[in-house]
């Protein structure tokens, strides 16, 4: 069975940074393609980055590039996503999750997701 678990979510200051991990059991991510989704209250919920399996080749949103980062650690079975200058914009739950065969940040291609994690962004 697929479980992933994300962490790292909290408050920060706008302009501020912070690194949310996922973490899997099940699979193992240096094969799995990886996605990171936010969704805030109200609205729909938004693919922000994606990472393959193997050569772990990137996707970003047109929102988040150039500020958020994402990559993997294979020893860790962790995907991580890198959020630097971060916005009034960018407060939402965020998810990982998994499950397509390409590389994409279309959710309705993902199967299997993490119970989410919120960030808040505020002075």
């Known amino acids: 069975q697929v479980q992933l678990v994300e962490s790292g979510g909290g408050l920060v200051q706008p302009g501020g940074s912070l690194r949310l991990s996922c973490t899997a059991s099940?699979?193992?991510?240096?094969?799995?393609?990886i996605g990171w989704f936010r969704q805030a209250p109200g609205k729909e919920r938004l693919g922000v980055s994606a990472?393959?399996?193997?050569?772990?080749?990137?996707y970003y949103a047109d929102s988040v590039k150039g500020r958020f980062t994402i990559s993997r650690d294979n020893a860790k079975n962790t995907v991580y996503l890198q959020m630097d200058s971060l916005r009034p914009e960018d407060p939402a739950v965020y998810y990982c999750?998994?499950?397509?065969?390409?590389?994409?940040?279309?959710?309705?291609?993902?199967?299997?997701w993490g119970q989410g994690t919120q960030v808040t962004v505020s002075s």
């Open positions: 099940g699979v193992t991510l240096r094969d799995a393609y």
């Open positions: 990472i393959t399996g193997g050569d772990g080749t990137t």
């Open positions: 999750a998994t499950g397509p065969q390409t590389l994409t940040i279309a959710s309705w291609m993902y199967r299997t």
